[in-house]
């Protein structure tokens, strides 16, 4: 049971962070972390072969005869999929989200595995879960925030040059474009983070038999901050919304991310 979990582990980290490359290069294109996220998802394809042939070996039928079986051989399909509309069909829009159900469906593999089987490396594995939850979801704030502080510096600086004044600050807060720039791809990772975390939370949820509303006000909460920095993205990416205006919309999206941390999470009945 350790060498299932460590399978597990091993498993749940590579596909989040090929997840968070296929949203990378989802939302700008890049040859290189597109390439970098399909030899991830390779990897996740071999663990899940291996660990499929190995329990075909233990049993004496394909294992597809319970929930969880059914859901991780889905998994293993929605991976297979993606691999081969990755390599010879080049779809980004259907790889990305064939990729993100198929972690979605390896989550909840992981969460019925929990349910039927009460032993202490699963129980470990789901507490894990939590761990990552949690950390992601810090690191995702932590990446919004250095973005904030950049958008303010954007905004600082853009006043000084208007008004023609302040000249011996502008060296030290760099210039219009590398804050612009540097604030966007903050947003770009902390994204993702974001939307793993919270995959990784509603598992945890379900899998600990926790007391988990979907109308809880952080959960409702966090939703909002994910949706408020997707609509950054798509006003940045495909509107291409820069400079200040954009700056502005982030400053108040970082509000956004305040509330939800200071307000919700004391409304909370389900988090701390």
């Known amino acids: 049971m350790l060498t299932v979990k460590w399978l597990y582990e091993l498993i749940v980290v590579i596909y989040g962070l090929s997840v968070i490359g296929y949203f990378m290069d989802f939302v700008q294109p890049n040859q290189k972390v597109n390439r970098v996220a399909f030899w991830l998802l390779s990897m996740v394809w071999i663990s899940q072969t291996i660990f499929l042939l190995l ?13 969880y079986d059914g859901l991780y051989f889905y998994a293993w399909v929605l991976v297979t999929f993606s691999l081969l509309l990755n390599k010879f069909f080049k779809v980004d ?3 990305f989200f064939t990729n993100l159900i198929g ?15 009460e032993s202490a490396n699963i129980t470990q594995l789901v507490g ?7 950390s992601l979801a810090i690191l995702s704030y932590g990446f919004f925030t250095l973005s904030f502080i950049l958008s303010a510096m954007y905004l600082v600086q853009y006043r000084l040059l208007k008004e023609k004044r302040g000249y011996k600050w502008l060296m030290r807060l760099s210039n219009l474009g590398t804050l612009d720039t540097l604030s966007f791809r903050s947003i770009f990772i902390g994204v993702p983070s974001l939307l793993i975390s919270i995959v990784l939370g509603v598992v ?9 509303y979907w109308y809880d006000t952080k959960t409702i909460g ?8 997707m609509a950054y993205l798509f006003l940045r ?10 700056a502005l919309f982030n400053v ?4 956004c991310l305040l509330i939800n941390f200071l307000l919700f999470s004391s409304l909370s009945s389900f988090h701390f």
Request: glycine residues 2%; proline residues 1%; hydrophobic residues 60%.
């Open 222 to 229: 966090s939703l909002i901050v994910l949706l408020v920095y």
């Open 237 to 246: 990416v495909v509107k291409n919304y820069q400079g200040r205006t954009i």
């Open 93 to 95: 829009f259907i790889v």
């Open 55 to 67: 329990q075909v070996l233990n049993r004496d039928h394909f294992p597809v005869l319970n929930v």
């Open 103 to 117: 972690f979605f469906v390896m989550m909840l593999h992981i969460s019925a595995t929990a349910q039927t089987h």
């Open 128 to 134: 894990e879960l939590l761990v990552a939850h949690i």
């Open 204 to 212: 945890w949820a379900y899998s600990s038999n926790a007391e988990f």
């Open 252 to 255: 108040a999206a970082f509000l």
